[in-house]
């Protein structure tokens, strides 16, 4: 049974820096795509960052809204995924969530309907 837990949100200052993590517990696959999302009170989910690791490579992107300023990570054990955010502004508030499916992808990141897993969320609130 496999579970996603967020951790590491809460409230900062614009210009400030938080880091997420989400901890899976459970086994996926040995090749994993993960992504984050997040979604702001009356605002659609979008996608913020995914990795995908198999064997051979690991592979990420972002959205382009965040990129240089927030960085994806996951652990060798592939037990944890982070998400460093810095230079955090009022654009980034909202609840973030981990996403995970089995397989590796390369595109197509931002469709939520392809993860299988979803935690249930931590909360950034920047002012």
């Known amino acids: 049974h496999v579970q996603l837990v967020e951790s590491g949100g809460g409230s900062v200052t614009a210009g400030g820096s938080l880091r997420l993590s989400c901890a899976v517990s459970?086994?996926?696959?040995?090749?994993?795509?993960m992504s984050w999302f997040r979604q702001a009170p009356g605002k659609e989910r979008e996608w913020v960052a995914g990795?995908?690791?198999?064997?051979?490579?690991?592979?990420?992107d972002y959205a382009d809204s965040v990129k240089g300023r927030f960085t994806i990570a996951q652990d060798s054990a592939g037990d944890t995924m982070y998400l460093q955010m810095s230079s955090l502004n009022v654009e980034d508030n909202g609840m973030y969530y981990c996403?995970?499916?089995?397989?590796?992808?390369?595109?197509?990141?931002?469709?939520?309907?392809?993860?299988?897993?979803w935690g249930q969320g931590t909360q950034v609130t920047v002012s």
């Open positions: 996403a995970a499916v089995a397989g590796f992808c390369g595109d197509n990141w931002h469709l939520a309907y392809r993860y299988k897993y």
């Open positions: 459970g086994y996926i696959s040995s090749s994993t795509c």
């Open positions: 990795i995908s690791v198999n064997r051979l490579r690991t592979l990420s």
